[in-house]
């Protein structure tokens, strides 16, 4: 397969969509075509469905020391092809490719810890009442996976859902992102290559709706996993429900940032400069909503506001570049949107504020001040490159408003007490809190939200246990 044609992977073969349809993919930091993607039929879907089945039968079958054997092969593969599938990635998603390297090499940690996790999926034996009986708890894979990953980040996304479940003996249906499909399809290519059954992963592309349509309520699946926006993921959320499937759900964010007056003033700036725009901001655990303790709100201010005029924007292929272009016009017109409105309604535009270049979805780093509750932004993910700085007085009056929305994904503070330290930690609504450095995201802790930033979790240990089952098996010796 080369860029020019992604094709889906059903029944342990590339092969293109039944009725041979097509959508392009493109460039975003030039907007041209750089390929097609192929666009599955029901009947493609079905193909998958099956497959899934006797991969699961296979992957499920085999021991949990093999399997771990395997996911550190392709962890071994994925570091081996770093370079080329970061070029994919940078090509059709835009970040810069020292950053697309790295999510390709976090991809391998992912997987690494997947196969460790693997061997660990223990039972239980619980005593039981009468000695000639022996009381078991058995944890089995819950079976084929119907899973669905965004654009944002190509390789994590579809990493954390596949590792997981493959450690745990699942087998999957992936719908890819349209937008970013060749570097998914390099990610399934090194499992495969690796040992993992052809038909135990199986890769489609297309309409999104009518693929969820399709695979969620199908008696083969038994578990869905879904990242992407709220929206969706309350309509995936009530199917899976409806078709009584188990779900995890990983769902958008509008991470609050509180820094106290006593907090390090430079380190909050450099570490919150990097992480808000990191992806142009298309990250759902990206900060959103600075809160700044009054008396040290515009030295905060002028900092953050200078270090993000000085960010280099442009092309990911280019070395200098630090922040690359958003997805898709659709992003681009949406950040417009949101920031337009909010200027309208009095907040203080001091950087940014508009499109750059005349080719490529490129908006410019953005700082708004003084923004008043009542704009869409306050309220809306905004999923791009646009933090959002407002002033308080006491720290209560700062916890009010990090957990004012039904959001609670990430979560960061900055502060030098440890007495503040601890009330910003348990104060906090969200499923992360990162205090005073960047800490989140790594293979081996949780990640997940709280209200409607999600549902379970795909970090750390729990995140293989999302796709087991227990089953209680109690014997008697006759
Ligand atoms: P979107 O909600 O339209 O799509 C998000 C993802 O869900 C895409 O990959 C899309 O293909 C898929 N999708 C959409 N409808 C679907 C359906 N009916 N069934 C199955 N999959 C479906 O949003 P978008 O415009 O692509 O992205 C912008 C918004 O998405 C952001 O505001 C953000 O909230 C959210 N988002 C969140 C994450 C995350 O990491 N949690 C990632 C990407 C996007």
Wanted: glycine share 10%; with cysteine.
């Amino acid at each position: 397969m080369s860029y020019s044609e992604v094709q889906h992977f059903i029944g342990g073969k590339w092969c293109p969509g039944g009725e041979g349809l097509a959508l392009d993919v493109l460039n975003p930091a030039t907007e041209q075509m750089i390929g097609k993607v192929a666009v599955a039929t029901k009947s493609d879907l079905d193909a998958a469905l099956e497959s899934a089945q006797l991969g699961f039968e296979e992957w499920g079958a085999m021991s949990a020391y093999t399997r771990s054997n395997i996911l550190r092969n392709a962890a071994i593969i994925l570091r081996e092809r770093a370079d080329m599938i970061a070029g994919i990635l940078t090509l059709e998603q835009g970040k810069p490719l020292a950053q697309a390297k790295a999510e390709v090499l976090a991809g391998a940690e992912f997987i690494e810890w997947s196969a460790e996790e693997a061997r660990r999926t223990y039972g239980l034996v619980i005593p039981a009442r009468n000695a000639e009986v022996l009381q078991l708890t058995l944890r089995e894979p819950v079976g084929p996976v119907a899973a669905f990953a965004p654009w944002n980040f190509p390789i994590n996304q579809c990493v954390r859902k596949l590792a997981a479940g493959l450690a745990a003996g699942c087998s999957f249906v992936l719908k890819g992102p349209e937008d970013t499909p060749g570097s998914p399809a390099e990610l399934v290519r090194a499992f495969v290559d690796a040992g993992v059954p052809g038909n135990t992963i199986n890769l489609v592309y297309g309409d999104p709706p009518m693929i969820s349509g399709h695979l969620i309520p199908h008696r083969v699946i038994r578990k869905i996993s879904f990242t992407g926006s709220t929206q969706v993921g309350r309509q995936i959320g009530a199917m899976a429900a409806s078709h009584m499937k188990r779900m995890t759900l990983e769902l958008g964010g509008h991470a609050p940032v509180i820094v106290a007056e006593d907090a390090d003033i430079e380190a909050a700036v450099k570490f919150m400069v990097l992480q808000k725009f990191r992806n142009g901001g298309q990250v759902c655990t990206s900060p959103t909503r600075f809160l700044v303790q009054q008396k040290v709100f515009d030295r905060f201010v002028e900092k953050f506001v200078k270090q993000c005029a000085e960010l280099v924007v442009g092309d990911g292929l280019d070395p200098a570049t630090e922040m690359g272009p958003l997805i898709n016009r659709k992003r681009v017109d949406s950040v417009s949107e949101l920031v337009d409105e909010a200027v309208s309604l009095g907040a203080k535009l001091c950087t940014g504020g508009n499109r750059i270049a005349n080719k490529g979805f490129f908006y410019a780093p953005t700082v708004l001040t003084n923004v008043p509750i009542a704009a869409r932004i306050m309220n809306e993910e905004p999923f791009g490159p646009v933090a959002l700085i407002n002033p308080f007085n006491t720290l209560d009056e700062a916890l009010e408003e990090a957990n004012r929305l039904e959001f609670g994904l990430a979560s960061y503070a900055f502060a030098g007490s440890a007495a503040t330290v601890a009330k910003l930690g348990k104060g906090i609504a969200a499923g992360m809190v990162s205090i005073n450095h960047l800490g989140l995201a790594l293979p081996e802790v949780p990640f997940g939200g709280i209200g409607d930033s999600g549902v379970g979790t795909e970090g750390g240990a729990e995140a293989v246990a999302q796709f087991l089952a227990t089953k209680f098996v109690t014997q008697q010796t006759i």
